[in-house]
């Protein structure tokens, strides 16, 4: 069966949502809706699966604002046969290897000729069976699983930013404490429903090669991306709740959505209203540096 191709949104429920999420919720719905597609919600709580009443108000607040959605929102905790399916396949294909290094080991490694900046090492890439078996009673925890890959970068075409290349190192798909990598489960669920547009915040721009290389590797479609400029603070910074007045429930639904609109240069204030305007060529490239009040 294939699936109607669709753009999603997929908050973790860590926070409330700010005004700067709520943003870039209403571009993936308009990058979406504009273009025919379908439009989901899934809630990445792998990280934060106590937080759940987080998640049920962030769907409530998307809700409020007039975004909608074409199938019941996912929860990705719920898919973790999913994941761990993905997992052990590219397992018995022999491409993944554990790895026993803490962030600081990674950090005072020496770095691997041809290897970028940032990039795993490799440390754990070679070891033989008596050498884990080592670094596994030294280490004391359950190791991380990696992905081999055959190449140190790759390159992604952005609706926003055009060619990008970024790193493709070894990227953890297993964490050690044995929660599939947030790079893993994006990748499995986008695929699983149809998602082949993806729009989120430019922070997450760099991740976006090793999740197309996973893509590729799994036979997937490789979708299209869109990397819309966050929101900062007056300082430059990422916005945050020390911010002030950054939340929904803070800023109320019209103002919100008046800010929203203001920032995109729309004068509509209705999500419907700014559907009619949406102009992806002339999207600001710039962040929004946002002023409570
Ligand atoms: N859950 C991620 C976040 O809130 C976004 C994942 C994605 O859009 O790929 O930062
Ligand atoms: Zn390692």
């Not at 997929?10 to 709520?22: C, E, F, K, Q, V």
């Not at 009443?53 to 975004?67: M, P, S, Y």
């Not at 910074?237 to 959505?257: F, N, Q």
Request: proline content about 6%.
């Amino acid at each position: 069966m294939s699936l109607a191709p669709a753009g999603r949104f997929a908050p973790s429920p860590s926070a409330d949502l700010h005004i700067g999420n709520l943003r870039t919720a209403v571009l993936a719905w308009l990058f979406a809706r504009s273009t025919g597609r379908r439009f989901l919600l899934r809630v990445e709580d792998l990280d934060d699966r106590t937080f759940s009443d987080i998640g049920t108000r962030q769907v409530d607040d998307l809700a409020a604002i007039g975004l909608t959605w074409d199938a019941p929102v996912e929860w990705q905790t719920g898919h973790r046969d999913r994941y761990d399916a993905v997992i052990k396949q590219l397992q018995d294909d022999g491409l993944l290897y554990e790895c026993y290094c803490s962030r600081k080991d990674i950090a005072q490694a020496p770095q691997a000729p041809h290897a970028p900046q940032g990039a795993y090492p490799g440390t754990c890439r070679e070891l033989t069976a008596v050498e884990r078996e080592s670094r596994r009673a030294e280490t004391g925890r359950p190791p991380a699983l990696r992905l081999r890959t055959d190449t140190f970068v790759g390159t992604v075409t952005d609706l926003v930013h055009g060619s990008y290349t970024g790193i493709v190192d070894d990227f953890v798909v297993r964490r050690g404490d044995g929660v599939p990598a947030y790079n893993l489960a994006v990748v499995v669920d986008d695929a699983a429903s149809g998602v082949d547009q993806i729009v989120r915040g430019d922070d997450l721009l760099s991740s976006s090669p090793r999740q197309a290389y996973l893509a590729r590797l799994l036979g997937y479609p490789e979708p299209t991306y869109a990397h819309v400029p966050l929101v900062l603070n007056e300082d430059g910074a990422r916005l945050a709740k020390r911010d002030g007045a950054v939340t929904l429930a803070e800023i109320g639904v019209d103002r919100a959505l008046e800010q929203i609109a203001g920032s995109l240069g729309y004068a509509a204030t209705t999500v419907a209203g700014m559907l009619a305007e949406f102009d992806p060529a002339a999207l600001p490239r710039q962040p929004w540096i946002y002023q409570p009040g």
